[in-house]
Structures are given as structure tokens and as C-alpha cells.
């Protein structure tokens, strides 16, 4: 049981060009969800997902889109990178009677 | 929406208790979370209120007060490993029940 797994731990990007970061969990959680994470602006969700083939913006959507093909995977594709998406992305998932959310271990994206 | 708001640093002495203050105001509510967050690692779950009232876990305990948008993370006996970010998040009613989260308070735990 691997919990949520995040590739690639480290990414560097140029501006212009585009990227997908994967998610998957093993948890067969319904609720999966994107955030970034900035230096004095906490979690801000991107886009999340209640099950497969429904999916919905968060606070920060604009420059990301996303699928839900499978309760596994959510991945999260940055379309033209900027520099302003140079930050940590997590992705979470959520489920059981706690309503308790997991973590990956988050991506370390540089745009230059 | 959710606003939330937490302050931004604490600091506290090695076995003392300390509280941390999430006041929050939304358009729906179906619960609230805490997390706590080492540098450099992600959130890890502590908490999930409901329901009005305190809830232990260990060392650590969480309150909440839905009638006045107020919870609070109290953790007891502080150990140095317990300097971190503790993150109030917030999850809407309604059908998709996103979860919102706080900006964070550092708290540093001093000897």
C-alpha cells in the first residue's frame, strides 16, 4: 500500500514549455485534489476531482488543467509554464470515515 | 468562499502547552482539519472535527465551535520535534466539499 505516489520529486522547466505531474493513489479514495504550495501563501487549491470523469477549479485553476479517467490517477498539466509556477505541487487524496487526506510527497518545480 | 485565519508564528518553551487559534468564515461548512507540516515535507493529518466540542488524540487535542467559526489546536508537553507549521483547512458543504486551507502558523519550540 503505497499511499500517494508523485512523479517527478524535482522538475525544471523553461518558459513555453508544457509538463504533466502525475498523482496516483492505491486507497481507492474518490476525492483527489491538486494544491501549490508558496512561501507565505499556504496551500492553494488548484483543481480537484470527486471521482472519475468529474473534476472542478480550485482557487488558482488558470495555466493548469486536469482529468480523471480512473479513481487511481489525477494527473496535472501545466500548459505553457511560467515563472510565476515555480512552486511546490501536492497532490491529496481523501477518503474514509475521518474524511482523512493524504499527502504525496510533493513536486519541486523551477520555471525559468 | 472560506476565509481563514490563523496566526503566522508562534513560540514555545520545551514542555509547556501551546494553542493555536483558526477563526474562519464561510459560505458552507461540513468540517475542519488540522495538519502539521515539517520543513521541506508534506502535510501529515492530525485532526478532523465536526462536530462542537474537544477532541483528543495523544499530546495532541483539537476544539471547535461551528456558532463561532473557532478552533484550536492544543498541543501539550511540547517536544522539539513538534516545530513545525500546523495548517487549519476547512471542507465546504455542498456536493463537491472542497477543502480549503489556512496559510499556516509557524510555531518554533524553543529549549
Known amino acids: 500500500n503505497a499511499g500517494v505516489t508523485q512523479t517527478p520529486k524535482f522538475q525544471v522547466l523553461k518558459t513555453g514549455q508544457s509538463m504533466t505531474l502525475q498523482c496516483a493513489q492505491d486507497?481507492?479514495?474518490?476525492?483527489m485534489s491538486w494544491y501549490r504550495q508558496d512561501p507565505g501563501m499556504g496551500l492553494r487549491l488548484i483543481h480537484y476531482?470527486?471521482?472519475?470523469?468529474?473534476?472542478d477549479q480550485g482557487e488558482v485553476p488558470n495555466g493548469y488543467n486536469v482529468s480523471r479517467s480512473t479513481t487511481e490517477d489525477f494527473p496535472l498539466r501545466l500548459l505553457s509554464a511560467a515563472p510565476s509556477q515555480t512552486s511546490v505541487y501536492f497532490c491529496?487524496?481523501?477518503?474514509?470515515?475521518?474524511?482523512?487526506?493524504?499527502f504525496g510527497p510533493g513536486t519541486r518545480l523551477t520555471v525559468t | 468562499g472560506q476565509n481563514i485565519d490563523q496566526p503566522t508564528e508562534m513560540t514555545a518553551t520545551e514542555g509547556a502547552i501551546v494553542q493555536i487559534n483558526c477563526t474562519y468564515q464561510t459560505s458552507g461548512f461540513n468540517g475542519l482539519f488540522w495538519y502539521q507540516q515539517h520543513a521541506g515535507e508534506a502535510p501529515t493529518f492530525l485532526s478532523y472535527?465536526?462536530?462542537?466540542g474537544l477532541e483528543e488524540k495523544g499530546r495532541f487535542s483539537s476544539f471547535l465551535s461551528r456558532s463561532k467559526g473557532y478552533s484550536y489546536l492544543l498541543l501539550k508537553e511540547l517536544q522539539m520535534k513538534d516545530s513545525a507549521s500546523y495548517l487549519c483547512a476547512v471542507r465546504d458543504a455542498g456536493g463537491y466539499q472542497k477543502v480549503t486551507f489556512g496559510t499556516g502558523t509557524k510555531l518554533q519550540v524553543i529549549p
Open positions: 476531482s470527486v471521482g472519475a470523469g468529474i473534476t
Open positions: 472535527n465536526v462536530l462542537d
Open positions: 486507497m481507492n479514495h474518490e476525492y
Open positions: 491529496a487524496s481523501m477518503g474514509g470515515d475521518n474524511y482523512e487526506q493524504y
